[in-house]
């Protein structure tokens, strides 16, 4: 399974691109870092797994890339962009909040499905598993970890390249 940084690489690096190349004026830093952070958004079930084993004894396998890691999670914030698309939170537009949880939402639910492990995209209506596993599981911690030093070297050249971050430092 993809670490945590992982999750939220990929999706703050891409929406980073997209607010660069496609739209600078719409998609400010604000959503580049919440579509990252939504980038852990699904694994929300592992703690819901912590809550309910409190109460009921189940399986982490009968929470953890269930509901949270089906296609039907980030269309529901889809659907709430498109609800709220004419109403601002702190000049935020909620809009543009939605689109980039659903975003890392998904990236997030491509990342499992497609580097390691299955899930099941169309739960509940089916328990079909999906995944392509590229990545075995004896591999997956050296690669996972390696993976995460090359995005985050990757996303801090591109961030020099295009906004001098070392201006900052």
Do not use: C, Q
Request: charged share 15%; aromatic share 16%; no cysteine.
């Amino acid at each position: 399974m993809p670490l945590a940084v992982t999750h939220i690489l990929i999706p703050l690096v891409l929406a980073d691109i997209y607010r660069d190349h496609f739209a600078k004026k719409k998609f400010n830093l604000h959503y580049v870092v919440i579509a990252g952070i939504a980038g852990l958004l699904p694994d929300i079930d592992v703690a819901v797994f912590w809550i309910v084993n409190l109460f009921k004894d189940v399986g982490l396998n009968e929470i953890h890339r269930t509901f949270t890691h089906s296609l039907i999670f980030p269309l529901i914030f889809l659907f709430l962009a498109f609800l709220v698309s004419n109403y601002e939170f702190k000049r935020l537009k909620l809009r543009y909040v939605f689109f980039a949880i659903a975003f890392g939402a998904l990236t997030h639910i491509l990342l499992d499905g497609i580097l390691s492990g299955t899930l099941m995209p169309f739960y509940p209506f089916s328990l079909e598993p999906f995944g392509l596993n590229l990545i075995g599981n004896k591999l997956s911690g050296t690669f996972f970890t390696g993976l995460d030093a090359i995005l985050l070297v990757i996303w801090l050249i591109h961030e020099e390249i295009n906004h001098k971050i070392s201006d900052y430092i």
